[in-house]
């Protein structure tokens, strides 16, 4: 069965606080395979991979005659992940990209292509779900993300309680969260019995509406349920 590790050594009051505010933190897998519910059904899924000190995201939701691809990729330093690229695919086509590096990065596609200075760190929907499993909820400071078309710094992000979720036709605790920024809002939820894989992700910005829900999940080759 695949473990979490072990939170560091606190008082009973902080560690209290701890779990009310945040899941416990959790190493990254080597490798993980999941399979998700997009919204109306529509079968998805999401591979993590860690070669060296590399990491590769590919997400695939599989709407009939529509086929979306999302892919990221860095590197992980102390833990945390450093996106160097993401890309947003339609039916074979780039439909918008982000590179990130030296400051700035640049989004778009084609002519649309344009480079903006950062002053923090910026990171794709997919890299952050990942960044959060393993930080125990824990933003990094200064936050932008994109979609590969535009930024959208983040003030903080928000505990929204626990709920719970079928996985592998078992009921399993999740901690969610969300991110606001005006009207837009991204929400993640994290299994910490099944090492605090991301369990939903929710896309509410510009009046369009995702969602993922984790049926399956095989990580570091070992398929895992709850207990």
Same mark, same amino acid.
């Given at each position: $069965? ?43 899924? $999401? ?181």
């Amino acid at each position: $069965m695949y473990r979490t590790r072990s939170l560091k050594t606190l008082s009973a009051a902080a560690l209290a606080a701890a779990l009310a505010s945040a899941p416990a933190r959790a190493e990254l897998p080597e490798t993980a395979e999941l399979h998700y519910s997009a919204s109306f059904g529509i079968p998805a899924e $999401m591979t993590f991979s860690q070669n060296g000190s590399e990491y590769r995201i590919v997400a695939k939701i599989h709407v009939p005659l529509y086929k979306m691809r999302f892919e990221a990729g860095g590197t992980v330093e102390n833990g945390s992940l450093k996106p160097r690229y993401y890309r947003d695919t339609r039916n074979g086509k780039t439909y918008a990209e982000a590179r990130f590096g030296n400051g700035q990065v640049s989004l778009g596609r084609g002519s649309t292509v344009h480079t903006e200075k950062t002053s923090g760190n910026v990171m794709d929907l997919f890299s952050l779900s990942w960044q959060l499993a393993g930080s125990g909820g824990r933003l990094p400071e200064n936050l932008s993300v994109t979609n590969g078309k535009k930024l959208y710094p983040l003030g903080g992000i928000r505990p929204a309680g626990s709920g719970s979720l079928k996985i592998g036709g078992i009921r399993t605790t999740v901690d969610k969260f969300v991110l606001r920024r005006e009207a837009d809002s991204v929400s993640y939820a994290f299994a910490p019995a099944i090492g605090n894989v991301p369990a939903l992700i929710g896309y509410n910005v510009g009046g369009k509406r995702y969602s993922l829900t984790l049926k399956s999940a095989v990580v570091n080759g070992e398929k895992i349920q709850p207990e």
